[in-house]
């Protein structure tokens, strides 16, 4: 049954919450038919590589293959994390039947304070991007969520939909430090925008130098710091925004090879999340800082590192990045063999990267 406030609003999370208990429902069946009927209980389990993802025309997205990986209760190493994932379902369960919400680090201490054997938190995450593969729902929909790190700062009023919130209306404009992105604000209405456009902003120094240099007013923009790789709800949030607002999106990230990826991310999607849909946004623009940017503008920069080689190299081989503007600045970091953060702008001055390079970047790409 779809849920309503007091003043009849139906909301999307509560048809999503029946659909999750009733795979998570079905998960259990399953086993218990085949131990009901004598047989080992198996499941098959979709395989979360780069070399089993592809480039979905019609979702523009980077999705799982067909390729496929059985986890069998016959063989005595499968057991154990066999189990893990159970428990991990049965948890989650309880989280959505009793209406709570846990955290990545916390499901791990739970599962701990249980005697479930996980050796370190990321066995437990893995679990946890295993059970989404399988449902076919993210991580948010059973309740689990990372800590938080994403803000947004801009003129958009929303309006809470999650119990004990609904109805309750904030303009994001209304703290300069941004407003978390959490499960609440992520699955907000959205009431009243004037802002048109989005920049989504790597780095916490910059996202404040934004503020502060009145960047939302003077490009009507939303402001969304990443803090470093996006967070789901994050990039939840930014498909919605684009979506349902109609805002075009730029990213801005450090001109390394991570840099790079995290903007990837936004626009292609991630490998280790190829199984869950509507999580990026394919118009959105990679706006910089490019490797080419560092000699442009003659950027503070630093040797790439050991770790920067191999993270090039695997970019090279990686589906996502064979068409420019990728294609091109990977050769152009092969050829300087050096980075520079977004912060790098501030050696001409505090507002530059606001009042010089952002209206140049923009008028540059829309040239394009």
Request: proline fraction near 4%; charge should be neutral.
């Amino acid at each position: 049954m779809v849920g309503r406030d007091s003043k009849g609003k139906t909301y999307k999370a509560d048809e999503i919450k029946k659909e999750v208990l009733d795979k998570l429902k079905k998960l259990g069946e399953k086993v218990f038919r085949d131990l009901s009927q004598g047989e080992f209980p198996e499941l098959k389990i979709p395989s979360r590589t780069t070399k089993n993802i592809v480039y979905n025309e019609e979702l523009k997205q980077y999705v799982l293959g067909s390729k496929m990986m059985e986890r069998t209760t016959k063989n005595v190493r499968h057991l154990r994390p066999f189990a893990q994932l159970l428990w991990i379902a049965y948890f989650s369960k309880t989280l959505i039947k009793a209406g709570k919400t846990s955290t990545l680090r916390d499901t791990y201490y739970v599962a701990i304070g249980e005697a479930i054997d996980f050796e370190d938190q990321n066995e437990s995450d893995e679990m946890i991007m295993e059970l989404e593969s399988i449902i076919g729902f993210p991580r948010e929909d059973f309740h689990i969520f990372p800590e938080e790190r994403a803000s947004i700062y801009g003129d958009l009023v929303i309006e809470y939909t999650v119990p004990g919130f609904r109805g309750k209306r904030v303009d994001l404009s209304s703290h300069p430090d941004g407003f978390a992105i959490g499960p609440a604000l992520t699955t907000a209405e959205f009431v009243k925008c004037g802002a048109e456009v989005l920049f989504v902003i790597e780095k916490g120094a910059v996202f404040s130098r934004f503020v502060e240099e009145g960047a939302d007013k003077k490009y009507k923009a939303l402001l969304l710091h990443t803090a470093g790789q996006s967070p789901r709800n994050a990039r939840k949030l930014i498909r919605r925004l684009n979506e349902e607002l109609g805002l075009p999106v730029y990213v801005f990230a450090d001109a390394d090879p991570y840099g790079v990826h995290i903007a990837s991310v936004l626009i292609h999607g991630s490998a280790l999340s190829a199984h869950i849909k509507g999580l990026n946004v394919p118009d959105a623009v990679w706006a910089g800082v490019w490797a080419s940017d560092i000699t442009r503008y003659k950027l503070p920069s630093m040797k790439l590192n050991d770790q920067d080689i191999k993270r090039l190299q695997e970019l090279e081989l990686d589906p996502r990045y064979q068409n420019d503007p990728w294609k091109r600045e990977i050769k152009e970091f092969w050829k300087i063999k050096r980075k520079a953060e977004l912060e790098a702008f501030s050696r001409y001055g505090l507002d530059f990267i606001v009042k010089e390079f952002l209206p140049e970047r923009l008028a540059e790409l829309q040239r394009r």
